[in-house]
């Protein structure tokens, strides 16, 4: 074990709504959609059409610049809709599921007998290869390239986030077998982070084939890109993957089972649920059977699909997620609070001591999703440093992406960030700036400039 390294910059959101570790099962769906709004820097080409028989691992679509990359289907039945918004885009490819799941089958093997172009191959042909993700560009991995290490966050610290001892319970064959195969695929090290006041599974202490590192802090001490920046920075021209724990379970089952399983474990939290647990379910699943008889009757609400911060707002019938481990539930805040800035605010959250709730730092708020001002000028206050635990310049990376300065981007370190860094800055921004798209702005500015 390697000596602990403290995260000393960030913020912790303490919001009504965590999970009980209580493991629920709802009806299942009658519908599951793959996005590919999902994946960013995704071209997507279809493989099929409304009508269409698949299983699950079939593929749907794959990525036109890189056609190796194939796109599956969580479940078997029949494609019955392609939703497109604005230019035609491909927005849902939407798969009416059979009562049981048919399976593609896949090679079965132990991964460690395998070469590296025979793991790469099966997970491009599977469509587990969408799990692997890259830093930076923070875009799918490209196969071309062998990555000087590979990363998994064990733990996380998000508003509301899942218990990833508890997503990945009873899974510990599936996940060494996921680790093997990783481990496959670079010449350097796979990293599994934990911390070691959240992270007490023995599926995760006793794991072998990684080099396990500690880390302990606030939000966002769980993101992989905080945790790359301070174990092994990227420098231009170097290339890290990243994955998530349960999907490490998912390349796991390809490996053992010969079949693509995404089945995964989702906390169903928020403010507005009233018995907030975990479901067990299936990856591109419709939300509405989860939400049933769970949510509170007294006003709208916003569902998101994934944390506060960085989640998606979808309809109460809409899709979970590719990547996503939680769905959150909070009020929508569309109302407006005469001379709400200046009132006491005993119940409502401030970073600084605006309100006088600072005198109960271990309050948990009931927070919505109103803005509580206009967008204004970008002002230099400060705020970013408080919340941003890189050595890199928040600020001055931002306006360096907005008057599109390329030279002064690489500068700044825009190789070693995604939008979810950005997240807390997004949160505490005084000017409303919206730090999260103009940091995916630049980054694919970037992958345009450098291909």
């Keep these: 074990m390697s000596e602990v390294t403290k995260i000393k910059r960030g913020l912790d959101i303490k919001l009504i709504g965590k999970a009980d570790k209580v493991l629920e099962k709802a009806d299942r769906s009658e519908t ?18 409304v009508d269409t028989e698949v299983k699950a691992g079939s593929p749907l679509f794959f990525d036109k610049y890189c056609p190796e990359i194939n796109f599956a289907s969580p479940v078997s039945g029949k494609v019955i809709a392609v939703n497109r918004g604005e230019r035609r885009k491909i927005l849902e490819v939407v ?3 059979d009562a049981e799941t048919q399976y593609e089958e896949f090679k079965k093997a132990d991964p460690n007998g395998l070469s590296r172009e025979e793991v790469k191959a099966e997970l491009l042909e599977s469509g587990l290869w969408a799990f692997v993700r890259q830093r930076p560009y923070d875009v799918i991995a490209n196969p071309q390239e062998t990555p000087k290490a590979i990363f998994i966050s064990a733990f996380d610290t998000a508003p509301l986030a899942a218990d990833v001892d508890f997503l990945l319970e009873g899974e510990a064959k599936t996940f060494q077998a996921g680790i093997d195969a990783l481990a496959k695929l670079t010449d350097g090290k796979v990293h599994l982070n934990v911390n ?5 599974s023995k599926v995760v202490s006793d794991l072998k084939n990684v080099s396990i590192n500690k880390f302990t802090g606030a939000h966002p001490a769980g993101n992989v890109g905080v945790q790359i920046h301070h174990l092994d920075p990227i420098n231009k021209g170097e290339v890290v993957w990243v994955v998530r724990p349960q999907e490490v379970v998912f390349i ?7 079949i693509y399983d995404v089945s995964r474990k ?16 299936i990856t591109g699943t419709s939300v509405r059977n989860i939400l049933k008889g769970k949510l509170k009757d007294d006003e709208k609400i916003r569902v998101i699909s994934g944390n506060v911060l960085t989640g998606t707002h979808i309809a109460e019938d809409g899709y979970l997620g590719m990547y996503d481990s939680q769905i959150t539930v909070i009020p929508e805040g569309d109302q407006f609070e005469f001379f709400g800035w200046a009132l006491p605010g005993l119940k409502k959250f401030s970073m ?3 309100f006088f709730s600072w005198l109960t730092p271990n309050r948990e708020y009931r927070l919505d999703a109103n803005l509580h001002g206009e967008h204004r000028a970008f002002v230099v206050s400060g705020e970013y440093d408080k919340v941003f ?12 992406i907005l008057v599109e300065d390329v030279d002064l981007m690489e500068q700044l370190g825009i190789y070693e960030v995604a939008p979810e860094d ?14 999260q798209d103009i940091v995916r702005k630049g980054l694919d500015l970037m992958i345009k400039e450098m291909s």
Aim: with cysteine; glycine share 6%.
């Design 32 to 49: 599951y959609a793959i996005k590919p709004t999902d994946f960013p820097g995704l071209t997507p080409k279809l493989k099929v059409k």
């Design 389 to 400: 635990p890189m050595d890199i310049l928040p600020v001055h990376l931002i306006k360096s």
């Design 266 to 281: 989702v906390a169903l939290c928020g403010s507005e649920v009233k018995t907030p647990c975990y479901f067990e379910t």
């Design 252 to 258: 796991g089952r390809l490996f053992n089972k010969g």
């Design 196 to 200: 070691p006041n959240m992270n007490e």
């Design 95 to 97: 798969i009416q599921a």
């Design 422 to 435: 950005f997240a807390l800055c997004d949160f505490v921004c005084t000017s409303k700036i919206e730090v």
């Design 352 to 354: 600084s001591k605006t």
